[in-house]
């Protein structure tokens, strides 16, 4: 069962960028990365995945070393509507399906101005 | 586009009352899931549902039935309401199982009281 762990919450200021690490050891071969961003009161959004070194959408870039035991969500010039919960999930092979979307307690950004 | 709709947005419930919480999906998704979400906590996942007739089930299952007969619906059902289920209730949906992303829907905000 793939685990992840991230920092339970971070400060940042408007126009900076945020880095969000995720620490995933047992990823298996066939798992992706998939980081999604809940706002207060708001079912989680998907923001982005990636299986290997570096994807980038028009919200985030996703990092992953070779070794894929980490993931670093980057977010450019944060503003204050980032404010939000953000999880990093990786998907296990279903041989027990119900385990491989599972949510921890993701990382609190808070966006100041 | 409607995606992921779940009914009702609130509802207050007495305790050893019973009540279903609907979802229905309008995307053809094979899978769909309920999640649960205590106040600053993560997403903990109560059922799942591979497709149609298929259930299964999730971290948190107990007090909690679910059933699937059509690809669109998936509805949750608490049988007899205990405080301990007050949470906020959120269905998704994707079209694969792993390294499928997931569309929420916005959530049911029960409380037993």
């Known amino acids: 069962l793939a685990k992840t762990t991230q920092p339970i919450s971070m400060d940042s200021y408007e126009g900076q960028e945020v880095n969000i690490t995720c620490s995933h050891n047992?990823?298996?071969?066939?798992?992706?990365i998939t980081w999604y961003q809940q706002f207060p009161s708001q079912g989680p959004r998907f923001i982005i995945q990636?299986?290997?070194t570096k994807v980038t959408n028009e919200v985030a870039s996703l990092f992953i070393p070779a070794d894929r035991k980490s993931s670093t969500l980057s977010l450019p010039r944060v503003s204050l509507s980032d404010t939000a919960v953000y999880y990093c999930?990786?998907?296990?092979?279903?041989?027990?399906?119900?385990?491989?979307?599972?949510f921890g307690k993701g990382t609190t950004l808070s966006v100041s101005s | 586009n409607a995606g992921v709709t779940q009914t009702p947005k609130f509802r207050i419930l007495k305790i050893g009352q019973s009540m279903t919480l609907q979802c229905t999906q309008d995307?053809?998704?094979?899978?769909m899931y309920w999640y649960r979400q205590d106040p600053g906590m993560g997403l903990k996942l109560i059922y799942y549902?591979?497709?149609?007739?298929?259930?299964d089930k999730g971290e948190v299952p107990n007090g909690y039935n679910v059933s699937r007969s059509t690809t669109e619906d998936f509805p949750l059902r608490l049988e007899l309401a205990a405080p301990s289920q007050t949470s906020v209730y959120f269905c998704?949906?994707?079209?694969?199982?792993?390294?499928?992303?997931?569309?929420f829907g916005s959530g049911t905000q029960l409380s037993v009281l």
């Open positions: 998704a949906s994707s079209y694969g199982l792993t390294n499928e992303k997931l569309f």
């Open positions: 047992n990823i298996a071969t066939n798992d992706y």
């Open positions: 990636g299986y290997k």
């Open positions: 999930l990786v998907g296990d092979m279903a041989e027990q399906a119900g385990t491989a979307l599972i």
């Open positions: 995307m053809n998704h094979n899978y």
């Open positions: 549902s591979v497709g149609a007739g298929i259930t």
